[in-house]
């Protein structure tokens, strides 16, 4: 990314789907195999934690100076996105049109979908033995993808990004494995590197952006949810990646 003036990416509120996964990781008793999301996975909506998240979100970029705010806001064609994006962006008296891009959206994950760890070792132990030994990186699902293949996709998306919007402040806003994936791109990581900061959850409306310095995007902040904490909205809550 050699034209933008600064990135900023944030993955989306807490969504119903965040629930439903961190209900059944907590549920006692027998394991439970199959998470409880009547949505196809673009159509799960925010929660009502979530949409105050997006505000929060929207807050802490309408209180960024203005040579620092937004111009160009690009985002996942998924519904939890569309609707952080929208929320967050009405908090800007001058807000940028949001541009929709499907190459942004979530990892794809097969047949795996929609299962709990323990679900993934009943239903198909081939698979999660195949994912051990290959990692996490490079394991890709039946009808799914691996995080290499979500880079592919990244690095074209970011490449047009980069093309169309020179000298632009640029928005983006997504999941959770856009949101890593984006600091592979731009800090030229190692697979090792970039697994050791998936090993901690991106948080729902966690603030991240990098800026141009030196000729190059160079990290700024990462992961920050100092916004969440202010009286007017809910506290963030660690949740399952969806």
Known sequence: MRNLEALIATRHGE???NIAHETARQTP???IEQVDIADRD???PLSELGRAQAAAFGRRLAA??????PTVAVCSPYLRALDTAEIALAALADPPELVVDERLRDR????????TEHGI??????????????GKFYYRPPGGESWADVILRLRAAYNDIDLDFPGERVLVVAHDAVVVLTR?????????????IESHPVANCSFSRWIRREGRLRP???????????????PARTAAPS
Not at 64 to 69: K, M, N, S, V
Not at 220 to 234: I, K, M, R, S, V
């Open 108 to 115: 794809e994950q097969g047949v795996l979908h929609g299962l």
């Open 15 to 17: 969504s119903t789907g």
């Open 64 to 69: 960024l100076p203005a040579a620092e705010r």
């Open 121 to 134: 070792r009943v239903r198909h132990p081939e698979e999660a033995d195949r994912r051990e030994r290959i």
């Open 29 to 31: 008793g027998p394991k």
């Open 220 to 234: 700024a902040e990462y992961n920050d949810t100092a916004h969440l904490a202010e009286p007017t909205a809910a």
């Open 184 to 196: 592979y791109i731009a800090e030229r990581l190692t697979e090792p590197q970039v697994m050791e």
């Open 42 to 44: 673009a159509d799960i």
